[in-house]
Nanobody, 117 residues
Framework: QVQLAESGGGLVQAGGSLRLSCAAS????????LGWYRQAPGKQREVVAV???????NVADSVKGRFTISRDNGKNTGYLQMNTLKPEDTAVYYC???????????WGQGTQVTVSS
């Protein structure tokens, strides 16, 4: 059973930075696609960034140029570096790991990011 644990959230002023971590246990981390999602109050959960098992990345237009997704397979950990944060980035951030076409699809518990203006 895969378990994911996010960390690194908190309160930051607009223009600041945070780095979120997603530590995985219980399976071969290298096999999985890793994604970061967020959900703001009253809004649907949305994808922020994705990194494949091979290291290819894709980020949402709303965070392009500000957020970077990465992974360290040796540490079984994924990261989301968030720079130049804006109040509209305020949300609960979740990491997700999955293998396409299978039932191997796991979510973390979420970490709150709050950006003050």
């Amino acid at each position: 059973q895969v378990q994911l644990a996010e960390s690194g959230g908190g309160l930051v002023q607009a223009g600041g930075s945070l780095r979120l971590s997603c530590a995985a246990s219980g399976s071969d981390f290298r096999l999985y696609v890793l994604g970061w999602y967020r959900q703001a109050p009253g809004k649907q959960r949305e994808v922020v960034a994705v990194i494949t098992s091979g290291g290819s990345t894709n980020v949402a237009d709303s965070v392009k140029g500000r957020f970077t997704i990465s992974r360290d397979n040796g540490k079984n950990t994924g990261y989301l570096q968030m720079n130049t944060l804006k109040p509209e980035d305020t949300a609960v951030y979740y990491c997700r790991m999955w293998v396409a076409g299978t039932l191997m699809d796991y979510w973390g518990q979420g970490t709150q990011v709050t950006v003050s203006s």
